[in-house]
């Protein structure tokens, strides 16, 4: 809606994990170096956790990407299932069938597969996201798969994705073999308060330029608190923040423009944040705004408002269609009001050169000693008139 307005190609604070936009900062640059080394080598198990919205499944696409035709890759999202249903989840993403079959029928064609894919050059990759709501017995057939190997490597990478808590899971004793067998682990930080603003800076530059909107002193500030340094919060915010300079006629985002967005996407009390903290906000960032809630609540009550604004936006987009459509209505209207008036005008102006003409005749017969009934010359003109 607004990318014409700020000349660019595309939304720069669109919420699908696009590698196009992948921002690497200190934090997200260790993960992909860690990960793709994992990757290469073929080590087996590789971790990665994050908060929610931090950016893990942007990484991973963009490893994937890079190496998506030397491959065969399987990606789990559906992770509140059993051991059984976990393998068949897997064996279905390789494009095997699974339809009546037991376990131990799974595992060996998945074996067999990898074998396969081996033999042929590609290698075998298994990513499994939100993987802290597995079970232990899924874990367990998790680490299981880590034993298909042949001479010198793993049959298949395992890439686990999964919120903070995931490392806890894997702490249990009861899951020390797992644990053993992780051979990369990264974690993926929030942003600082620089990283904040390159990040957006990065991601306008990405489909436009840099300044194609100004930011007011203190704007950073307000933005890097609010989201506490989380990606997903910080487009939430920026893409709000950029509709509001557009149905303001202005490229320029005041600390009165960020204000209301925080109170509007937050849907808490209105308050104003100016550039100084008090001691009382002398907390961690990321829990600041919400306090008391765990950040993935806190992410998801805020995109659950993001998503009832853009639900209001999209309706008011729709009325805004309507009166354009009737507008074009309307203008045809008169347009076609003109072309009559323009045919009636031309009209009355042969009508008039006809009754000159009539004058003329009129003139020149008096001249001529005639004698012109003036009664029928009334009844001539009233016809040429009609």
Do not use: W
């Not at 423009?257 to 308050?271: P, Q, R, T």
């Amino acid at each position: 809606m607004y990318t014409d307005f700020f000349n660019l190609s595309a939304k720069p604070f669109d919420l699908l994990p696009n590698p196009k936009f992948l921002y690497l900062s200190k934090g997200h640059r260790k993960a992909l170096s860690y990960l793709q080394y994992g990757v290469q080598e073929r080590v087996g198990f590789s971790l990665l956790t994050g908060e929610v919205g931090s950016g893990k499944t942007t990484l991973l696409r963009d490893i994937i990407n890079k190496i998506s035709g030397e491959m065969a890759l399987a990606m789990v999202f559906n992770t509140k299932v059993n051991g059984h249903q976990l393998i068949a989840l897997i064996n279905d993403d390789f494009g095997l069938k699974t339809e009546g079959k037991d376990k131990v029928q799974l595992l060996n064609e998945l074996n067999d597969y990898l074998l396969a894919e081996n033999i042929a050059g590609r290698q075998a990759i298994i990513i499994i996201d939100e993987a802290q709501n597995l079970s232990e017995e899924a874990l367990e057939e998790i680490r299981l798969l880590s034993n298909l190997e042949a001479d010198s490597f793993k049959l298949v990478q395992i890439i686990l994705v999964g919120q903070p808590e995931l490392k806890q899971i894997i702490a249990r004793p009861s899951l020390r073999q797992l644990r053993q067998r992780i051979s990369i682990s990264c974690h993926l930080n929030p942003l600082n308060r620089e990283e904040v603003e390159e990040y957006i800076l990065h991601r306008l530059s990405t489909v436009g330029k840099r300044d194609c909107v100004n930011f007011d002193e203190g704007v950073f500030d307000v933005i890097f608190r609010f989201s506490g340094g989380i990606p997903r919060l910080i487009n939430l915010i920026c893409d709000y923040l950029m509709l509001s300079a557009f149905v303001e006629e202005t490229r320029s985002i005041d600390m009165d423009m960020v204000n209301d967005a925080v109170n509007e996407l937050s849907f808490e009390e209105e308050h104003k944040v100016t550039g100084e903290e008090s001691e009382e906000q002398n907390v961690s960032p990321a829990r600041r705004i919400i306090t008391g809630s765990s950040l993935d609540d806190r992410v998801s009550r805020i995109e659950e408002n993001y998503a009832k604004l853009s639900a209001a936006r999209t309706e008011t987009d729709a009325i805004i269609e309507r009166l354009s459509s009737q507008g074009s209505i309307l203008e045809y209207l008169i347009n076609q009001q003109q072309k009559q008036y323009n045919q009636i005008e031309e009209h009355l102006k042969k009508i008039s050169a006809q009754i000159d003409r009539l004058r003329q005749a009129l003139l020149t017969d008096n001249r001529r000693g005639s004698q012109l009934d003036v009664v029928k010359l009334d009844s001539v003109i009233r016809k040429e008139n009609t």
